[in-house]
T-cell receptor, first 116, second 113 residues
Framework: AQSVTQLDSHVSVSEGTPVLLRCNYS??????LFWYVQHPNKGLQLLLK??????LVKGINGFEAEFKKSETSFHLTKPSAHMSDAAEYFC??????????????FGKGTTLSVSS | NAGVMQNPRHLVRRRGQEARLRCSPM?????VYWYRQLPEEGLKFMVY????????ESGMPKERFSAEFPKEGPSILRIQQVVRGDSAAYFC???????????FGQGTRLTVV
């Protein structure tokens, strides 16, 4: 069975400092992994995705994530936080992505706060 | 190319009423997924539909909830006889193939009073 664990429910950083949001996954097969962001009262926006190509994935707004199979991790990073990055971030796994009947599994989310 | 459109954005219902949530997928997408987000929780899968077919409803409550995706028109998530515990944000997503990148709508926030 597949699952996702976001290790921190809340992360606080200062503007201009690095961001690290941690995610571990469990999957029986080669997974597809995603990070989504949700700003207050807005929908979900895809930040980036890993689908068995390059292990370092670059996304929008300067975010990137590295797939580490040995550690079953897919941590999200950004070198320098901006105030507009404050939002809820979800790590998501999809098992056997081309086979019907498997849904996206969401982590519980990490709230990122950015202070000036 | 419009994104996934959900309406209404906000819906208030009294206990015992019916709630109907609509989702129009992105153009060219025939796969639709519904998710529910309870307060301070991640999204939970409810149901996956293709045109006129329910593919996976393993996340749907057994009673009061139903979903359809007719040949013409939007996908509908229907909740009959709503209770306070149904208050949540309901998100719809669509994709052009099963479980590749899914694009999400802005959600419908249901409040049961």
């Amino acid at each position: 069975a597949q699952s996702v664990t976001q290790l921190d429910s809340h992360v606080s950083v200062s503007e201009g400092t690095p961001v690290l949001l941690r995610c571990n996954y469990s999957s029986s097969y080669s997974p597809s992994l995603f990070w989504y962001v949700q700003h207050p009262n807005k929908g979900l926006q895809l930040l980036l995705k890993y689908t068995s190509a390059a292990t370092l994935v670059k996304g929008i707004n300067g975010f990137e994530a590295e797939f580490k199979k040995s550690e079953t991790s897919f941590h999200l990073t950004k070198p320098s936080a901006h105030m507009s990055d404050a939002a809820e971030y979800f790590c998501v796994v999809s098992d056997r992505p081309n086979q019907a009947g498997t849904a996206l599994i969401f982590g519980k989310g990490t709230t990122l706060s950015v202070s000036s | 190319n419009a994104g996934v459109m959900q309406n209404p954005r906000h819906l208030v219902r009294r206990r015992g009423q019916e709630a109907r949530l609509r989702c129009s997928p992105m153009k060219g997408h025939s796969h639709v997924y519904w998710y529910r987000q309870l307060p301070e929780e991640g999204l939970k899968f409810m149901v996956y539909l293709q045109k006129e077919n329910i593919i996976d409803e393993s996340g749907m409550p057994k009673e009061r909830f139903s979903a359809e995706f007719p040949k013409e028109g939007p996908s509908i998530l229907r909740i009959q006889q709503v209770v306070r515990g149904d208050s949540a944000a309901y998100f719809c997503a669509s994709s052009d193939r099963g479980y590749t990148e899914a694009f999400f709508g802005q959600g419908t926030r249901l409040t049961v009073v």
